[in-house]
Nanobody, 121 residues
């Protein structure tokens, strides 16, 4: 059974901080490409941050210097630390994995359930 289970989010004041977490199961995590996406009301889903298994993390220009993606290979967890939040960060945030299943060589896309982050002015 494969799961991407998100936690965190909620309402935060502009200028504040919040953290999202995503715990993976049922995948080979070591070489998975992990990422966070977000989708604002009426908007398209956009890539926020990505962390390849064998590379460096990368960020959308809109969040560079404010957000930090990290991954714990033992806990199979990916976090998104969000600092200096702005109203424009309000969106549903989705954890994403491009990952192999045990015993498989091909990678598949998996999505978390989505977590609402609302930034108030």
């Amino acid at each position: 059974q494969l799961q991407l289970v998100e936690s965190g989010g909620g309402l935060v004041q502009a200028g504040g901080s919040s953290k999202l977490s995503c715990v993976a199961s049922g995948i080979i995590f070591s070489d998975a490409v992990m990422a966070w996406y977000r989708q604002a009301p009426g908007g398209q889903r956009e890539l926020v941050a990505t962390y390849p298994g064998d590379g460096r993390p990368d960020y959308a220009d809109s969040v560079k210097g404010r957000f930090t993606i990290s991954r714990d290979y033992y806990k199979k967890r990916v976090d998104l630390q969000m600092n200096r939040l702005e109203p424009g960060d309000t969106a549903v945030y989705y954890c994403h994995a491009f990952a192999r299943r045990p015993g498989r060589s091909n990678k598949i896309n998996y999505w978390g359930q989505g977590t609402q982050v609302t930034v108030s002015s």
